[in-house]
């Protein structure tokens, strides 16, 4: 932005103190949606201004890094660099920023944990289980991957088939198992965005 907004403290607005300018001099007013950012300490004249009239008879505070007013205090210094060589007659003008971004939360699917000591006690059956669906599948390809994917996805159906998944051991002495799946189940309805989702997901929180 360019635009001289005077000296007077406009501490209150976001734009610090410490102007060159007169208040007689100002001429644009600043946007209401964006704050005119100034350094929070003084600094030497020579830091602030932005452009010198010929003859360096007078000089102004004209350009200045617009924000929005909630990104206000991520700004920690803006001065300017009258030494920086740079194809124009205004001094070159910097801002310090430090931000944080926002954390993206991943949510990640938490796996069946299987009951390996039903597994340890069935493991004859088991493993003729798994003989009989593997002998069924071979010579169906040669792709390694393929062969992979048919073992694995045999592997996982034998035991989630005659093992099964160990239940959700309550926390607490008091919770019990039909508490443990009523959670379970309001919280599966939770993030279903359609009317039965909501329907059957107020019905289980009350």
């Not at 300017?80 to 740079?86: F, H, Q, S, V």
């Not at 001094?91 to 069946?112: D, E, G, H, M, S």
């Amino acid at each position: 932005m360019c635009g001289a907004v005077g000296s007077r403290s406009c501490v209150e607005e976001g734009q610090g103190d410490g102007g060159v300018d007169d208040d007689e001099a100002k001429s644009e007013p600043v946007p209401s949606l964006t704050e005119a950012l100034r350094a929070f300490e003084s600094k030497p004249k020579r830091r602030i201004y932005t452009w010198k009239a010929p003859g360096d008879w007078r000089r102004h505070q004209l350009d200045y890094i617009l924000v929005k007013h909630r990104f206000r205090n991520s700004v920690k210094d803006v001065k300017t660099l009258p030494g920086a060589d740079i194809d124009s007659d205004h001094n070159l003008l910097v801002a310090k920023f430090r931000t944080r971004l926002k954390k993206i939360t991943r949510f990640q699917k938490c796996r069946p944990r299987l009951n390996f000591e039903k597994l340890y006690a069935q493991r004859q059956s088991v493993q003729e289980t798994l003989e009989e669906k593997l002998s069924a599948t071979e010579g169906e390809s040669r792709n390694a991957e393929v062969q992979w994917n048919n073992i694995k996805e045999c592997m996982l159906d034998t035991i989630s088939d005659l093992v099964g998944k160990v239940e959700k051991i309550a926390r607490k002495p008091w919770v019990t198992q039909e508490m443990m799946s009523k959670m379970e189940e309001r919280r599966k309805w939770k993030n279903v965005n359609n009317e039965e989702g909501r329907r059957k997901y107020r019905r289980l929180r009350n």
